[in-house]
Structures are given as C-alpha cells and as structure tokens.
C-alpha cells in the first residue's frame, strides 16, 4: 500500500524538473540534502520523495518539508527496495525532464539550473550529469579520488562513450534525463547488477547521448554503509556481468570471438565473465614476456603485434594499472582498429 502525503498542487504552473529522490532511514543526512534542494536556483521544480520504509525519524522530516513547501510530494511504502523506489518516483513525477538525488547528498544551488540549461541547448542530448565532489574528506580513499577525477574529466557525448564499457560514466546521483526516453527503455529494472548502469547502457543502445557539465555541481557522500560498497548488485563479479551482456547484443554482433588484452587478474576474471556467457576467446594479448605462449583458460598469450592476425575478433582492454588504457588505445588504433567498432575499453 502506497500512502501519498502532501498537495498535488492543481492549479499550479507545472514543473521544468521532478527530483527524484528516494530514501530508507536517511535522517541523519537528510536535512542536508533538503535545503540544498530548497536553496536551488531552479524553482520550477518538484520534488517526488519516495519513503521506502523508513523507521527513523525521516517521516517526520519529509512531512514537516511537503507541509511547508507544495512542491514538496511524499508517497510512503514498505521497504521495497532501491528500483522499486526510483519507479514509483518516476511513475508520480510530472515534469518532462527528470532529477536524481539521493538523500545523503548535496546539490550546489546552481545544478538543477545549468543542467536543465544543457538540455535546453542540446535538444541531442538524452542524459546529463555534472561534476561531483566526494565529501567528507576523511572518508575518501584514493581509489574513489580516482573515480571522482575520471567521472569529471568525461563531458562531451564521444569522452562520455568512449569509456562506457569502463564504468558507469556519469554519477548517479547527477542523473538528469528526459522522461520520454526514460519511459522508452522502460524505466529503472532489476537485473542483479547496478540500476543505474544498466539504465546508461540501455539508453545508449536506444540511441541516446550524453554530456556533463564541466563543473562540480553535487557533493557526492561517502560511507563505509554505502549501498554501493555493500550491496552484490554492485560488486565487480556484478559489473561484469553487466558489461558482458551489452556487449553481447551490441558490440560483439557479427564478430568472430573476442581478444582480451591484458592476461593479469583483470583480463582473466574478464575472460572468465566472457566465456559463462557463452562468448569465444581467441586470445590474450599482453606485455609480459613470461606470459607470451602460454595458454590461459584455452587461449593463447599473443604478444602486441599478434592481434594484426585476429582482426575479425573484437578487442577489450582489460588491464587495470593508472596509464595502461592509454597506451592500449594509442597500440589499437596504431595497428588500424577503431574504438567502438573494433574494441573498447572495459577497465
């Protein structure tokens, strides 16, 4: 049973944007994340807030916010779950562009503002985010530094596609989409993997493009508890999966197996993903002349210049090492393959 609590507000001019915004016992950040929803330089929003069990103080919170502010909607549920959530959410949103947030979180005033600007200029572009700042400093450990550099360094549609198969390249919490195309794919699913990933890949399969704004916008939180540190759904074994079946049907159609470059754990747990789905290796290229003529899981070990002969296969760079995707690229595209045709980077 769905409970709805505050205005529908007829009469009113409806919104640009509908925010998103789930939460399960999120009070200790949530009157963080209200007011820098209520400080937005956006006001023709609403925000759908969606209580997805909550057994702390975060139903007070929500209802003394839709009291006092009509833009403000409650729709409480039992725990249900994260997709469950966002559906219900989208489902009740009534604007034609919608917002991520995520309730222990924190938009900079001027986010909703110059991403719906972006949309506006780029009537191509499907989805955007924006920069993010992982906070509290404490908690940040050099491997979400890199993340936060990679995922802020990606703003145009080719740097966003380009490393599509490497993670999910824009913030989930910075999503901003079109409701059309969101209803097109169907909206967010459960597949065992990451909601919003999937949701990126199904887009980019439809067609869709993407940007960023060139800017830190969102100060993304970062705990220990995080649904995405905790849960299976985001671990990598998850990701791999995910990126495997896209592959599968996009990619990969009409090629005559896959080559992995890169025979370290990364390349061969890849592999490994690969094979469970039924895909064929050709090969492993790598650098290490140790590895070179040996077989791994059935498949040669090629050093670089092998790949010349298996150009009907498609490539996936694997390796995980800072710098590494780089120099794959510049060898690719030196022996004649083309990035998004003929290979992609997957790590």
Known sequence: MVVVEGPDAPGVTE?????????RNGA??????????????????????????????????????????????????????????????????????????????????ARLDKQLQLLSDSPDVTLCGC??????????????????????????????????FVECPLAHPTFMIRREALERVGGYRDRGWPEDYDLVLRLWQDGGRFASVPEVLHRWRESAGRLSRTAAAYAPEA?????????????LEGRDGVVVWGAGPTGKAFARTLAEQGVSLRA????????????IHGAPVLEPSGIDRL??????????QPGARTEIRSSLVAAGWREMVDYCAVA
């Not at 609403?46 to 909550?54: F, I, L, T």
């Not at 990701?239 to 599968?248: M, N, T």
């Not at 492993?284 to 077989?295: M, N, S, Y």
């Not at 150009?311 to 995980?320: D, L, S, T, Y």
């Open 15 to 23: 919104p640009a944007v509908s925010v998103l915004l789930p939460v």
């Open 28 to 109: 200790d950040h949530l009157p963080a994340c209200i007011a820098s929803l209520e400080g937005q330089t956006l006001t023709a929003l609403e925000v759908v807030c969606v209580d997805d069990g909550s057994g702390d103080a975060t139903p007070d919170l929500l209802a003394a916010w839709s009291a006092r502010d009509s833009r403000v909607r409650v729709l409480r549920q039992d725990a249900e779950g994260l997709v469950a959530a966002l559906e219900r959410a989208r489902q009740a949103a009534r604007a034609p562009v919608l917002a991520r947030m995520d309730a222990d979180d924190v938009a900079l005033p």
């Open 131 to 164: 920069g993010v700042e992982y906070f509290p400093g404490a908690a940040v450990r050099d491997g979400a530094r890199r993340y936060e550099a990679w995922i802020n360094g990606l703003h145009g549609h080719e740097a966003i596609e380009r490393d599509l």
């Open 239 to 251: 990701f791999r999966r995910c990126k495997v079946a896209f592959l599968r049907r996009t990619l």
């Open 284 to 295: 492993f290229v790598d650098l290490d002349p140790r590895k070179i003529g040996q077989e």
């Open 311 to 320: 150009k009907g296969a498609f490539c996936v760079a694997a390796v995980g």
